[in-house]
């Protein structure tokens, strides 16, 4: 079976994350590099890395060492070690508590956008016309900010009026209101599902550039050999879709966890704190608290999530770089 | 295709409905609510899918009206455009740099973007309001126009990188051996090349900055300054008093200039997306 690893991009994708190749050394080149060409490129990149570097390296630091503080809002902080930290994991119930909300939030939304936006790929790629306004209508979610469209979900999960209730109970499929917002259960379950809404299109169409790079010659071999189109999917499809997967997952991890948005306009993290994530609670506890030093040690939780997706994804792009 | 026959074609289309009309429904409610009367909002009526006791646009009247939200749509237009501007300035040259120069230290400054561009705002939200503090710019605009490129700059380089790398360097190499050096090659050969690429990249930007929240949230404060986003969730709601009419109204007009560009655009869209993706 060829190895195709390498190319699971969208065709006319300027640079599909799976394929990107920026981590690979330069390619040789024809020319020698000619006098001057280093200076140029320092000078091209001062200001991304002067920028980088003052707003993303520097205040990064200085959170590191605000969270080893117990520094607030108008007080100098003192030098505390690691305490916040120790604290928080072994003390503090409510983070305790989103830490267990988060793992929920990105095991629940993740695994969902996987599933359902394999299966939205999967009916895109067998269709034999419309499939861009399909395409186009599906991504409309993504595409619009969800500071904006959260707001319109916030409206159908209302206690009093929800759309989704007076649906669910016309269609007798319940027959009490659903108290999306105010129980802990279907608070969880209803940003959740904001999360898969808003993710789902991504997932679909990444996966949708995966499978338009599998060659058709495969299946074509494989149904001669008499195989039908379940074992194709497992034996075919999954299998090459895998690198695909692999990387979408990864990255979607990141930006569930650091979700921030959702949470915040659906429930600010109740009921009981039942839906506050990393950045929701370190937002509550430093910016309305003012308890920075401790906030800061919050939000750094997200930092070991980021390192070990990182380190996989790199391995992944170089992996991919091998390959080809 | 293979045997399509009319049973597998259902199935397709079938199939496909319910997620349509998931990805689509919270827009179409959106647009009802902010076209009813208050009484039919509130009132206990038979079906609530559909307008049936007359359209009215007094919900956009209030909202362009008794609110803030044209100044808000204003201070969104001047942050997003210039940190877009910003941005796409720094990250072409930057880009073009890491795709076609070779010197020392390319590949640490590539992972540099790359790992960058996977630094969520929510990481560093609360350093950055300290930063923006000191500097004296909080409650204002600059703290945004700053502050937005963090996360503009690397999306856009990793893009544009892919971008450059599809251009043949024949072209470039071309221009050099006639003399020119590579200041003027990549002005004159490169860059109108990757006119397309740049646009698409300006696009993105703008989309991002215009929905972005943590920022926008934490580092302004006062209601003149807010962003349109941040306006419309958190001024329009007062006590316990729901403006669900205006409200979605408000954040239909917000939408509508990013869902005009989208339907332009459309299929720009679709292929840079897979090229990184618009932060969730």
């Not at chain 1, 707001?151 to 209730?165: E, G, H, K, Q, T």
């Not at chain 2, 009206?65 to 941005?87: D, K, P, Q």
């Not at chain 2, 408000?250 to 090229?275: C, D, E, H, N, Q």
């Amino acid at each position: 079976m060829p190895k195709i690893e390498a190319d699971v991009t969208i065709p006319e994708s300027p640079g599909g994350i799976a394929a990107e190749t920026s981590l690979r050394a330069p390619r040789i080149s024809p020319w020698k590099p000619r006098a001057g060409e280093e200076r140029l490129a320092y000078v091209l990149l001062a200001p991304a890395v002067l920028l980088l570097a003052s707003l993303i390296a520097y205040p990064f630091l200085t959170s590191l060492y605000m969270s080893l503080t117990d520094r607030r809002i108008a007080m100098p902080g003192r030098f505390v070690g690691l305490r916040n930290f120790s604290e928080l994991l072994l003390e503090d119930e409510i983070f305790q508590q989103t830490l267990w909300n988060s793992g929920l939030y990105v095991v629940g939304a993740v695994g969902l956008k996987t599933v359902t936006g394999l299966a939205a790929a999967l009916l895109l790629h067998g269709m034999t016309r419309g499939r861009p306004v399909f395409q186009a209508l599906l991504m409309l979610p993504w595409v619009v900010p969800a500071s904006l469209s959260v707001l319109a979900w916030w409206w159908m999960f209302d206690p009093m009026s929800s759309v989704i209730n007076w649906v669910l109970v016309n269609l007798g499929i319940i027959s009490r209101p659903i108290r999306w917002l105010s129980d802990p259960f279907w608070a969880r379950s209803a940003i959740v599902i904001t999360n898969v809404w808003r993710g789902l299109p991504f997932f679909a169409l990444c996966f949708l550039a995966g499978l338009v790079s599998i060659p058709r010659e495969l299946y074509e071999a494989a149904e001669s050999d008499g195989a039908g189109p379940m074992a194709s999917f497992w034996h075919i499809t999954l299998p090459l879709l895998r690198p695909m997967l692999g990387i979408v997952i990864l990255y979607s991890v990141v930006m569930t966890i650091a979700d921030f948005e959702i949470v915040f306009l659906l429930t600010r993290g109740g009921p009981r704190n039942s839906t506050h994530l990393l950045g929701t609670l370190a937002y509550h506890v430093g910016l309305s608290g003012g308890r920075l030093g401790e906030a800061a040690a919050i939000s750094l939780f997200i930092f070991p999530v980021l390192a070990v997706v990182a380190y996989f994804m790199l391995r992944a792009v170089r992996h991919g770089a091998e390959v080809s | 295709m293979r045997r399509a026959g009319a049973g597998r074609r259902w199935l397709i289309y079938g199939g496909f409905l319910p997620f349509l009309v998931f990805a689509l429904f919270p827009f179409y409610w959106m647009a009802v609510t902010s076209l009813k009367s208050n009484l039919e909002i509130y009132g206990a009526q038979q079906i609530p899918l559909l307008v049936r006791q007359g359209m009215t646009l007094d919900h956009f009247r209030y909202v362009l009206r008794e609110t803030l939200f044209a100044r808000w749509m204003l201070n969104s237009l001047i942050v997003s455009g210039s940190s877009t501007l910003i941005s796409a300035c720094v990250s072409t040259l930057a880009a073009y740099a890491l795709a076609r120069l070779r010197f020392r230290g390319s590949q640490f400054f590539g992972m540099a973007v790359f790992i960058t561009y996977l630094v969520p705002p929510t990481l560093l939200f609360l350093p950055l309001s300290r930063l923006v503090a000191s500097l004296g710019v909080s409650d204002t605009p600059w703290a945004l126009i700053l502050t937005y490129p963090t996360f503009l700059v690397p999306f856009c380089t990793w893009l544009l990188m892919g971008y450059f790398r599809t251009i043949p360097r024949e072209m470039e190499e071309s221009a050099l051996v006639d003399g020119a050096n590579r200041m003027q090659a990549m002005v004159r050969i490169v860059l109108p090349l990757a006119a397309p690429g740049v646009l698409t990249a300006i696009m993105f930007a703008f989309t991002i900055s215009w929905g972005h929240f943590i920022y926008a949230l934490a580092f302004v404060s006062s209601n003149p300054q807010k962003m349109v986003n941040i306006g419309l969730a958190t001024e329009l709601i007062r006590g316990d008093v729901f403006y669900w009419g205006s409200l979605m109204a408000g954040a239909l007009l917000t939408s509508l200039p990013i869902i005009l560009v989208y339907g332009f655009f459309a299929k720009r869209f679709v292929s840079g997306l897979t090229a990184g993706a618009v932060k969730a």
